[in-house]
């Protein structure tokens, strides 16, 4: 069974930095474009970073273009998001994605929240 499994989620600080994991089972990312997106109470799920199939290109919403990284290690098969220097807007629930052509896998979710 396909799943994306999302961890590395839960309460920070503002100004703090936190990394979420996305484990994938039951297909191969390798060949997958991978993105986070988040949705925050009340609002639509916004699409926050993707990474290509190699890896070489990524892209970020504006909100977070000089705080996050996103990665991939297509041998562990697993996503990555580092995000740094965390403000309270940053507050929501982050999803995994995995597309292929017309294949699409999400994850559960996991939360961050950030506040003092």
């Known amino acids: 069974q396909e799943q994306l499994v999302e961890s590395g989620g839960g309460l920070v600080e503002p100004g703090g930095s936190l990394r979420l994991s996305c484990a994938a089972s039951?297909?191969?990312?390798?060949?997958?474009?991978m993105r986070w997106y988040r949705q925050a109470l009340g609002d639509e799920r916004e699409l926050v970073a993707g990474?290509?199939?190699?890896?070489?290109?990524?892209i970020y919403v504006d909100s977070l273009e000089d705080r996050a990284t996103i990665s991939r290690d297509n041998l562990k098969n697993m996503l990555f998001l580092q995000i740094a220097n965390l403000k309270s807007e940053d507050t929501a629930v982050y999803y995994c994605?995995?597309?292929?052509?017309?294949?699409?896998?999400w994850g559960q979710g996991t939360q961050v929240t950030v506040s003092s």
């Open positions: 994605y995995a597309g292929s052509g017309t294949i699409n896998h």
């Open positions: 990474i290509t199939v190699s890896g070489r290109s990524r």
């Open positions: 039951g297909f191969d990312i390798s060949s997958y474009v």
